[in-house]
T-cell receptor
């Protein structure tokens, strides 16, 4: 029973390239959350998705960032035209239900994005 | 707009002693609080939680205390062990879709 799987673990991109981060939730979990941790900061909420639906994207930057969770396959966080300020650890979490206060999250190990 | 604050970036404690990690929050609507533990190069792992209807929750060596009037919670680890050395994040939520995390406290337990 694998946990939340994120890949790649490390991603290096040049400025202006695209970054695609993947997250497969735990088996039986249909709710996915993306968080970002900038250096010296805590985790900041980005987006909450269920299968084929974005439920809450209030933490997503308005430009260049998008997320999806298709019917089949992993959730994808996509960053277009990356800049140095996008360098961070991106964590995906999943939960079995939508009532947040009934559950903690299960986090993946994260993808460390470095923009050079 | 940091709604959850951990004002101590680091803490060192002798093995066997008590570790006390503190967390303050500003939003009185938060009604569920958690502590996560994070090792380097790994994702955070859930440690313990408390709802706002309680003021204490205990799980083995870990106890979380909640003081709603002061908007303060703390995590007590006793006795502390070297394997407890990690970064600890507190997080809070209301009925919304996200947790608000503090900036973390790095705990070092000295053998």
């Amino acid at each position: 029973n694998a946990g939340v799987m994120q890949n790649p673990r490390h991603l290096v991109r040049r400025r202006g390239q695209e970054a695609r981060l993947r997250c497969s939730p735990m088996k039986g979990h249909s709710h996915v959350y993306w968080y970002r941790q900038l250096p010296e900061e805590g985790l900041k909420f980005m987006v909450y998705l269920q299968k084929e639906n974005i439920i809450d994207e209030s933490g997503m930057p308005k430009e260049r960032f998008s997320a999806e969770f298709p019917k089949e396959g992993p959730s994808i966080l996509r960053i277009q035209q990356v800049v140095r300020g996008d360098s961070a650890a991106y964590f995906c979490a999943s939960s079995p239900g939508g009532t947040l206060t009934n559950y903690g999250y299960t986090f993946g190990s994260g993808t460390r994005l470095t923009v050079v | 707009d940091q709604q959850v604050k951990q004002n101590s970036p680091s803490l060192s404690v002798q093995e066997g002693r008590i570790s006390i990690l503190n967390c303050d929050y500003t939003n009185s609507m938060f009604d569920y609080f958690l502590w996560y533990k994070k090792y380097p190069a790994e994702g955070p792992t859930f440690l313990i939680s408390i709802s706002s209807i309680k003021d204490k929750n205990e799980d083995g060596r870990f106890t979380v205390f909640l003081n709603k009037s002061a908007k303060h919670l703390s995590l007590h680890i006793v006795p502390s062990q070297p394997g407890d050395s990690a970064v600890y994040f507190c997080a809070a939520a209301n009925t919304g879709n996200q947790f608000y995390f503090g900036t973390g406290t790095s705990l070092t337990v000295i053998p």
